[in-house]
């Protein structure tokens, strides 16, 4: 049995799902995509599988008369998508999002006509940032890491 685990930035929730998750999926509808605040919201289904919350507890946006969003109270991150038929969890709140590749897309009535082009744009590392370069090389993360600690944050940060 495979077992994920996940969170928020901050680290102030942590959660643990054990079973197959084979639900992954972007939403363009416009709720998603002011949830997320972002073009589409990258989700994956926990139906049928062990999930847990490990540390904290999300607040909560009832979003219609059917959906609920989690969120982490403290630094923003949205969490979940909450419906009667199950809950999914944002793809980017798994400790390695990679491990999900949606298989298919929802709500493309609200799908912005620029999303099927990003592929297109030029990229370039965070590091090749000339006008921000200054202060990208002072950088400290206070992000939470990808993988579990026993407490969060370190006493040196706070």
Same mark, same amino acid.
């Not at 073009?39 to 607040?59: H, I, M, N």
């Not at 709500?107 to 912005?112: D, P, T």
């Given at each position: 049995?495979?077992?994920?685990?996940?969170?928020?930035?901050?680290?102030? %929730?942590?959660?643990?799902?054990?079973?197959?998750?084979?639900?992954?999926?972007?939403?363009?509808?416009?709720?998603?995509?002011?949830?997320?605040?972002?073009?589409?919201?990258?989700?994956?289904?926990?139906?049928?599988?062990?999930?847990?919350?490990?540390?904290?507890?999300?607040?909560?946006?009832?979003?219609?008369?059917?959906?609920?969003?989690?969120?982490?109270?403290?630094?923003?991150? +949205? $969490?979940?998508?909450?419906? +009667?038929?199950?809950?999914? %969890? =944002? =793809?980017?709140?798994?400790?390695?999002?990679?491990?999900?590749?949606?298989? %298919?897309?929802?709500?493309?009535?609200?799908? %912005?006509?620029?999303?099927?082009?990003?592929?297109?744009?030029?990229?370039?590392?965070?590091?090749?940032? $000339?006008?921000?370069?200054?202060? $990208?090389?002072?950088?400290?993360?206070?992000?939470?890491?990808?993988?579990?600690?026993?407490?969060?944050?370190?006493?040196?940060?706070?």
């Amino acid at each position: 049995m495979n077992t994920y685990t996940g969170g928020c930035q901050c680290g102030a %929730i942590r959660f643990r799902v054990s079973g197959e998750l084979k639900d992954s999926s972007i939403c363009h509808c416009r709720m998603c995509q002011k949830a997320f605040g972002a073009y589409y919201a990258p989700l994956v289904s926990v139906r049928g599988t062990d999930f847990e919350w490990t540390r904290g507890e999300r607040k909560r946006f009832r979003s219609s008369n059917f959906v609920e969003r989690g969120f982490c109270g403290d630094c923003g991150t +949205p $969490l979940t998508y909450e419906a +009667p038929d199950g809950m999914a %969890i =944002a =793809a980017g709140a798994f400790d390695d999002p990679s491990a999900f590749p949606p298989t %298919i897309q929802w709500g493309v009535e609200g799908k %912005i006509g620029f999303v099927d082009h990003l592929h297109e744009l030029p990229g370039e590392r965070t590091e090749a940032d $000339l006008t921000a370069g200054s202060f $990208l090389h002072e950088l400290i993360s206070y992000q939470h890491p990808d993988h579990e600690t026993q407490a969060w944050p370190p006493k040196e940060l706070g």
